[in-house]
């Protein structure tokens, strides 16, 4: 056992606040069945208001890594490059004598690949972001790589043909279980950092018939927000994310079916993560290790007429936060459930603090491993909000925002669309923009006042052009993936992972009539 202690970072990726069973539907939650994560929450601290920092998968990563709102870390949209002069929270603890590995989706753009991590043995290098798509036949057709077209996303939610012992996520768990073995074997006196990192329950939208049929057909339900209600459902960035990811053209029991899918996904996902952490625990592996699991942003699964993410609302900005110590499993130190706002960068100073080393002077988070064992931290009291962004014109001209929010109200602000404010407190739903109603008063003011704080989105948009198109000159990825997933062998050579999958070299295509039973 090491002095300091260990971290497993358990990421997964598309997960909303909404979809753990230990959230009430009073709270917003949705049935599913996670007792994984029940567990963590039940023997640690959860932090019920956590956001990333922005709703896309590669830029919420690199803000994270870099601990800074998505601005200020040239976290832009899903090609972008990580710039080389920011340290990430595993280049920070890797200085200061930790043993860093990540393994799985990181989604990363151009050759920046590590991220400042040691190690890096499985995972996707410039491929298709590890998602293995269904169906497989889409790959021997010959057409476009699944999953590419918005469409098939819904239309083909169901059931998994990928076996899952050749899952990423079965590949996640027994590689981070060998890193870490054989990490034990060479340095048993040196603390790591290992983050593995689930691809699920992002789409595909394919999980096992066992969690599938528990949703499908009898135990999906409506999206709680149905679409075209409330205020914003006019807004030019909800239409045109609509009208961008095509969520008009899904009928309602494509819709169901694919809600049926996400919430199998989600318990897929919880029982791979109990599979993994007992194993883990037989090892001795978590004994003196902080486990925090969250995922990059969450998921809208048909509210407001909307699917996936990049949107302001709470089901796509909002995500799971539990922080376990092994006082907490210990029964040391008293489960909590945290209540102020957090945002996902405030992990690089969270374990700078759990690590006992001093965190880079210019983050934008802090440091919740104070909070994390019930003690006070006037930082986070201080603090007026956490801020999430997109400030690529996804949507429409004009519909980039940035918004923050506070203990009781989100406030959005966009470049050039009427900006929003809601009472989460009571309109949990958002349903009612109080500017509209000339309601919100000075603390909602305050809130766009601080929006405001040193930020131009004349300025920001500038600042991008210049960065991505010196960070794509400098890094441009040299190789070329064709599957989602590559390995490191023991040679040094990175190979595909999912040849077997996309690219195979067939036995049999009838095996009922090549042999016998």
Not at 4 to 27: A, M, V
Not at 36 to 60: I, K, N, R, Y
Not at 457 to 484: G, K, M, S, W
Not at 488 to 493: M, T, W
């Amino acid at each position: 056992m090491t002095e300091r202690p260990n971290i497993l970072f358990l990421l997964s990726d598309e997960h909303s606040y909404r979809f753990l069973s230990s959230r009430s539907r009073q709270e917003g939650g949705e049935p599913c069945h996670t007792p994984t994560l029940d567990g963590l929450v039940d023997q640690g601290a959860f932090f019920s208001e956590a956001s990333c920092q922005m709703p896309l998968c590669t830029p919420s990563r690199i803000a994270m890594l870099a601990g800074r709102h998505s601005h200020r870390a040239g976290a832009w949209n899903n090609n972008s490059i990580l710039p080389p002069q920011l340290p990430t929270f595993a280049s920070h603890l890797g200085d200061h004598r930790y043993a860093t590995c990540t393994i799985g989706k990181m989604h990363l753009g151009g050759t920046r690949q590590f991220a400042g991590f040691q190690h890096r043995p499985y995972g996707d290098f410039g491929g298709p972001c590890a998602h293995q798509f269904d169906p497989l036949s889409a790959y021997e057709a010959g057409g476009s790589r699944p999953g590419s077209d918005l469409r098939s996303r819904t239309v083909d939610a169901g059931l998994l043909q990928v076996p899952e012992s050749q899952l990423q996520e079965a590949a996640v768990a027994s590689e981070s279980i060998a890193w870490l073995r054989n990490h034990r074997q060479a340095q048993p006196d040196k603390p790591w950092l290992l983050m593995a990192s689930f691809s699920r329950p992002h789409f595909p939208l394919t999980a096992p018939q066992r969690h599938f049929s528990r949703y499908w057909p009898e135990g999906v339900n409506e999206p709680r927000i149905t679409a075209g209600s409330g205020d914003s459902a006019t807004h030019p960035m909800t239409q045109g994310a609509i009208a961008g990811f095509r969520t008009n053209e899904i009928e309602r029991e494509e819709g169901l079916r694919a809600r049926a899918a996400y919430f199998a996904c989600v318990d897929f996902l919880d029982e791979l993560l109990g599979d993994f952490l007992v194993r883990l625990e037989r090892d001795g592996a978590l004994d003196n290790t902080i486990i925090v699991y969250a995922s990059d942003h969450g998921e809208m699964c048909g509210e407001h007429g909307l699917w996936w993410k990049n949107t302001w609302h709470e089901s796509s900005v909002r995500v799971p936060l539990i922080i376990s110590t092994p006082e907490h499993r210990r029964g040391e130190v008293d489960a909590a459930i945290i209540s102020d706002p957090v945002g996902l960068a405030d992990l690089f100073p969270t374990f700078c603090g759990f690590a006992g080393i001093e965190p880079p002077d210019d983050l934008d988070g802090v440091d919740l491993s104070g909070p994390s064992r019930s003690e006070a931290s006037s930082a986070l009291m201080q603090r007026p909000g956490t801020i999430t962004e997109s400030l690529m014109p996804r949507w429409g001209e004009g519909t980039e925002f940035r918004l923050i929010r506070s203990r009781r109200h989100k406030y959005v602000m966009f470049r050039d669309a009427d900006d929003l404010a809601f009472d989460l407190q009571a309109d949990p739903d958002e349903q009612r923009n109080l500017l509209a109603h000339g309601e919100g008063g000075a603390e909602t003011d305050a809130l766009r006042s601080h929006l405001l704080e040193d930020f131009d989105f004349a300025t920001v948009e500038q600042n991008r052009t210049t960065q991505t198109q010196d960070l794509r000159a400098r890094f441009p990825l040299r190789t070329e993936a064709t599957t989602p997933n590559q390995i490191q062998r023991g040679d040094g050579l990175l190979v595909e992972a999912d040849s077997p999958l996309y690219d195979a070299d067939v036995v049999s295509r009838d095996v009922d009539a090549d042999f016998d039973r």
